[in-house]
């Protein structure tokens, strides 16, 4: 839950919420135009940044005060819009994260093994990563933060770079972490259709303003704020 969060870059505010509330256990679509702060609000929800006024409660502790911060950290994985890789082989990058956390052996084996065949790249555990496509290597990011069975998985427009075989790909993967392991889903897109069939809720952010949120069928179907209605409907609003 965001209270009274604000985030400024010198004199110029980004972004104002005043109350937002994400349920645990679902997936939820932050949509929003270019520039419109949905990207701040996801490095403010995992930590990377913190707000410059206002709470952010995990679980009803305040994720600023909680120490150590780690702690609340481990229980996050975030896929970016560009792949962030470093130079060794699948395995390796997916099995780094369970390395962090003291995983060894023939447990860490098998939870990269499974998680590389869930998205589908089994067969190049040893290749290296820059030899991959570019979905490849997005799988290889979603991989790793899968591989950690995170409580909550953020997403920053992961597919935008990817063909439509990787992005239906992609969704069902967001999906089967939701719906098997109960993981809560933030989903940030400017694609009104993936929003559409993937999330439970959504949040229209515009000009750093939360204007609507709610549940997904109800702000589809009958948005209250013009600005949402004139998204949804594919025109441009900067």
Known sequence: MLEGVTKTYGTREVLRVDRLSLTGGQVHGVMGPSGAGKSTLLRL??????????????RGRDVNRHRPRLELQRRMATVFQK????????YDN???????????????????????????????????????SGGEAQRVALARALVLEPDVLLLDEPTSNLDPQNVALFEELIRSASSRRGTTVILVTHNVFQARRLADTVVFVHEGRVVEDGPAAGVFRSPRDERTKAFIHGEMIY
């Not at 995992?46 to 409660?57: D, V």
């Not at 060894?104 to 030899?131: C, H, M, S, Y």
């Open 45 to 58: 929800l995992n930590m990377l940044e913190t707000p410059t006024a206002g709470r952010i409660l995990y």
């Open 94 to 132: 997916v099995a780094y994260g369970l390395r962090v956390r003291g995983v060894r052996g023939p447990e860490i084996r098998k939870k990269v093994t499974d998680t590389l065949r869930a998205v589908g790249l089994e067969q190049l555990e040893k290749e290296r990563v820059r030899t991959l």
């Open 83 to 90: 792949p962030v890789l470093f130079d060794g082989t699948v």
